[in-house]
């Protein structure tokens, strides 16, 4: 993804947003950077999937240890804080949005995502269901 795609994924829909605290007349108009939200085994994440899955910077490694590639990354928005956050698609998710979603179709839908670490494995697992929006 080039860099005007990662920055167009990250960018709000006008904001309905109060104004921020101490700047009455402001608004947030897009995030320009987003944090990291890290998986926990067995725990759940609710998300609305923002952007395609997309490769994370080159991290410089230090001395002595073996280079890794980037992460993959994905955009996304937390469905129980509204926050906006990326999260890393490990290999096995990847692979599962991928097959199942061919052309990024997961982008804009909800999903509940579930991280599991099966003993004896290397890699970890994924549960993941496709989430309906009732209004």
């Not at 990354?73 to 991928?98: P, S």
Request: overall charge neutral.
């Amino acid at each position: 993804m080039t860099k005007a795609n990662e920055t167009a994924a990250t960018e709000t829909k006008p904001s309905t947003a109060p104004d921020i605290k101490g700047l009455p007349g402001f608004r947030v108009a897009k995030n320009v950077t987003l944090p990291l939200s890290k998986w926990k085994n067995d725990q759940a994440k609710f998300l609305l999937i923002e952007s395609a899955i997309f490769q994370g910077k080159q991290i410089s490694q230090k001395d002595g240890q073996p280079e890794q590639e980037p992460a993959d990354l994905m955009n996304c928005v937390d469905l129980e804080t509204g926050e906006q956050a990326q999260v890393i698609v490990g290999t096995v998710l990847k692979g599962t949005l991928q097959d199942e979603y061919p052309d990024n179709a997961y982008v804009g839908k909800y999903f509940s995502i579930t991280q599991r670490r099966d003993p004896g494995k290397k890699y970890n697992t994924y549960s993941v269901q496709e989430l309906n929006k009732h209004l």
